[in-house]
């Protein structure tokens, strides 16, 4: 398992809006989703504004020590007052060697803080 002095969490600002989506159209391409066609950057602004905007999600980037771009997030998603579903997604070069599980108790610490 990779320890967390190889993986920094940052939450999630429009700066890296395409690195998001580049992860998330990762997985689609993968077909680790029930959809497999990609997401476009127009589509991408609408749902981030509609739910990081006003709070209904939460996303936060891992960063490996050797990277400036993000490998993958974590996303909070309100469902009621106090009920959150988390979602994970790894750039495909980075599934199967750890970095989700770090990335994921990392984000979980931070977001409870």
């Given at each position: ?8 969490i940052k939450k999630f600002t429009y700066n890296y809006t395409k690195d998001l989506l580049r ?91």
């Amino acid at each position: 398992m990779i320890r967390n002095k190889n993986i920094r969490i940052k939450k999630f600002t429009y700066n890296y809006t395409k690195d998001l989506l580049r992860i998330f159209n990762s997985g689609r391409a993968s077909g680790f989703f029930f959809r497999s066609e990609k997401v476009s950057l127009k589509d991408h602004l609408t749902w981030l504004k509609l739910n990081v905007d006003k709070k209904k999600s939460f996303i936060f980037l891992g960063f490996s020590k050797d990277n400036v771009k993000p490998f993958g997030y974590v996303r909070f998603d309100l469902i009621n007052q106090n009920l959150y579903e988390i979602s994970i997604a790894n750039h495909k070069s980075f599934c199967g060697k750890g970095y989700g599980s770090e990335m994921m108790r990392l984000a979980i610490k931070k977001f409870y803080k």
